[in-house]
């Protein structure tokens, strides 16, 4: 079983920038698929971006550009790099993490794992 812990979310400036983090413990992620989803305000929670196993990734398409995620297997730890912030993504981020690891499936029920979330709020 896996636990997940995100951190870095904060209060920041539309065109700011923040790294989320994801640290896992439990099972090394290596295997794992791996992804950031998030959750507004009377929102359904969605999918921001995924890295599986092999490194591949994917974003949703108003994410393309704006955000990187990547991991680090020796902290097993994933983050994700939120540049150009705008109002809009103001919600609660969450990652999560899946046992099909070849998997980048942007759907929920592909991610068996799931954090406790972090706030990120932007402000225009």
């Known amino acids: 079983q896996v636990q997940l812990l995100e951190s870095g979310g904060g209060l920041v400036q539309a065109g700011g920038s923040l790294r989320l983090s994801c640290a896992a413990s439990?099972?090394?992620?290596?295997?794992?698929?791996m992804a950031w989803f998030r959750q507004a305000p009377g929102k359904e929670r969605e999918f921001v971006a995924g890295?599986?196993?092999?490194?591949?990734?994917t974003y949703a398409d108003s994410m393309k550009g704006r955000f990187t995620i990547s991991r680090d297997i020796a902290k097993n730890t994933m983050y994700l790099q939120m540049n150009s912030l705008e109002p809009e993504d103001t919600a609660v981020y969450y990652c999560?993490?899946?046992?099909?690891?070849?998997?980048?499936?942007?759907?929920?029920?592909?991610?068996?794992?799931w954090g406790q979330g972090t706030q990120v709020t932007v402000s225009s």
């Open positions: 890295i599986n196993y092999a490194s591949g990734r």
């Open positions: 999560a993490a899946g046992v099909r690891g070849s998997s980048t499936s942007s759907q929920l029920r592909t991610y068996d794992y």
């Open positions: 439990g099972r090394t992620i290596s295997m794992y698929a």
